[in-house]
């Protein structure tokens, strides 16, 4: 049984889903659809996995476009509500993603939003590629998006305060080096509460050690929602595009 951690609380609060809750949506589904058109994934193939899938837009995007889509994820609140879209096409379970999804093969996986390296030890990170390599068919890809913690470091807002339905969140961040973290201070119902989200600052040279440790060729790297190229000091993201070796 693998201990509960950070992550596996948090995210599987209504708050955590509250102070997100003004995410662009229009924004992601045009990402993936740019995604879509540079893979160039076939419809009539294997399925495909978003991993970390959360409330399931990306999922429910991929499947908009005639994709065969699961969406797998840790907070089984966030399974309930993903599952009101599903359909014959579109399914939903409660995964962690260091586990492989047994007897089930992927033509890609789809790993977004900075659902990645939320572990204190390095071996969780190769976990999770190893059990991605195991799910996905010859050739398969993996698609990873990520914050680019380069320029994030540099430009960190140390505190911030955020009102989302009538909640005021006050946010602290800091870098110790290692992860980036955010403390999430609130109170409601005369009740006060506190969670920290912890995520390693894994930059590109720690992608493509990993990735060719647990057998991925990285292929691509863009750095935003527009598929422009990656620049360490400017770009809004990391993303990046491996196939299985």
């Known amino acids: 049984m693998i201990e509960k951690q950070w992550f596996s609380e948090w995210f599987d609060t209504s708050y955590y889903h509250i102070l997100y809750k003004n995410r662009d949506d229009d924004e992601a589904k045009s990402f993936i659809n740019q995604l879509v058109q540079f893979l160039k994934l076939p419809t009539d193939d294997l399925p495909v996995l978003d991993l970390a899938c959360g409330k399931g837009r990306h999922s429910v995007t991929l499947n908009s476009l005639g994709y065969t889509v699961l969406g797998a994820d840790l907070s089984a609140n966030s399974i309930a509500e993903a599952n009101q879209s599903s359909n014959e096409n579109l399914s939903f379970i409660v995964h962690d993603m260091r586990e492989a999804i047994e007897e089930t093969k992927f033509q890609a996986v789809f790993n977004l939003f900075t ?30 998006d990520f914050m680019n913690a380069t320029k994030i470091i540099v430009e960190l807002v140390t ?14 961040r800091n870098h110790d080096g290692n992860h980036i973290f955010k403390h999430i201070n609130f109170e409601d119902d005369s009740k006060k509460f506190s969670y920290t989200e912890r995520v390693q600052a894994l930059q590109l040279s720690d992608f493509s050690k990993l990735l060719s440790k647990t057998g991925f060729d990285l292929i691509r790297t863009f750095g935003d929602f527009q598929l422009n190229s990656f620049d360490a000091e400017t770009s809004s993201r990391l993303i990046l595009i491996a196939k299985k070796v």
């Open 115 to 144: 659902s990645f390296g939320y572990f204190d030890d390095q071996s969780d990170n190769e976990k999770v590629l190893n059990s991605i390599h195991s799910m996905l068919s010859k050739d398969g890809v993996l698609v990873i």
């Open 159 to 172: 505190e911030e305060e955020k009102t989302v339905d009538g909640i005021k969140f006050n946010l602290k």
